[in-house]
C-alpha cells in the first residue's frame, strides 16, 4: 500500500519540546515560542508526505527480518511488514537555505517541524496497517525502527524505496533526512481477541 499527499498535523507542543531539547535550554525564547503556530502552517504548505509498506507472509520474511523478530519477542509472527514514510527533501532544501543565510533559530524550529511530520507520517501508516491486520484476524506488534545501515539499506531495497528515491548514501545515512523505516511483526488473533472483536448481531 502507497499513500501519497495525505495530511498530517505537527502537535505544537511536542515541536516545542523537541526544540528545547536541541536547544538544550527550559524555556524557549518568547519570539521563537510565539512564531511555531504561524511556521507551521507555512511548513505544511510545502511538505508532501508519502508513506508506503510491504508485507512478507511466514514462508517469504526475509532472513534479517526473521532475526528482528526473534530478537524482539515476535518469533510467532505470522508476517512481517516494512513501513517506511517520507516527507521528502523539501525541508532539507530549506534548511540549506536557511543555514546560509544565518536564520540558525528558524533552522531548528524547522527541523523540530521535520521531525514531528516525519514521526507522524509512521505513525498514520502504522494505524493504517494496523486495521488492515484486524481483517486478517491479526494484531500487529510495536514499532520496531530499522537504524543499522546494513539492515536499513536490504530493507530499502527489498520494499522498493528507490522508487520514491529513498536510499542510504554513501556516508550511511537516510535520505532523504526525514524518512523513517520499521518493521512490524503480524501476531494471530487469540480466539478470545476474536470473539470480543467479533461484531454484534442485530435483533430484527
Not at 507472509?57 to 526473534?70: G, H, Q, Y
Not at 530549506?94 to 523540530?112: D, N, P, R, V
Not at 550511511?172 to 523513517?180: D, V
Request: aromatic share 6%.
Amino acid at each position: 500500500m502507497k499513500i501519497r499527499k495525505f495530511r498530517i498535523k505537527p502537535r505544537l507542543g511536542t515541536v516545542g519540546r523537541i526544540l528545547k531539547s536541541m536547544m538544550s535550554v527550559r524555556q524557549l525564547p518568547q519570539d521563537l515560542e510565539a512564531s511555531i503556530p504561524k511556521e507551521c502552517e507555512d511548513f505544511l504548505s510545502h511538505v508532501v508526505p508519502v508513506a508506503f509498506y510491504q508485507t512478507w507472509s511466514r514462508d517469504e520474511i526475509p532472513t534479517p527480518f526473521k532475526e528482528v523478530l526473534a530478537s524482539s519477542g515476535f518469533e510467532k509472527a505470522i508476517a512481517v511488514s516494512a513501513l517506511i514514510a517520507t516527507i521528502g527533501q523539501a525541508p532539507e532544501e530549506f534548511l540549506s537555505e536557511l543555514l546560509m543565510s544565518g536564520e540558525t533559530s528558524k533552522a531548528l524550529l524547522i527541523t523540530a517541524l521535520s521531525e514531528e511530520s516525519a514521526d507522524l507520517s509512521l505513525n498514520f501508516l502504522y494505524k493504517l496497517l494496523a486495521d488492515d491486520a484486524k481483517s486478517d484476524d491479526c494484531e500487529v506488534s510495536v514499532l520496531m525502527p530499522v537504524t543499522d545501515a546494513g539492515l536499513l539499506a536490504e530493507t530499502l531495497t527489498l520494499a522498493g524505496a528507490d522508487q520514491e528515491g529513498i536510499h542510504v548514501d554513501t556516508a550511511s545515512h537516510l535520505s532523504p533526512r526525514f524518512t523513517r523505516v520499521a518493521l512490524v511483526g503480524w501476531i494471530p488473533l487469540s480466539k478470545k481477541k476474536r470473539l470480543v472483536q467479533a461484531p454484534k448481531k442485530r435483533s430484527a
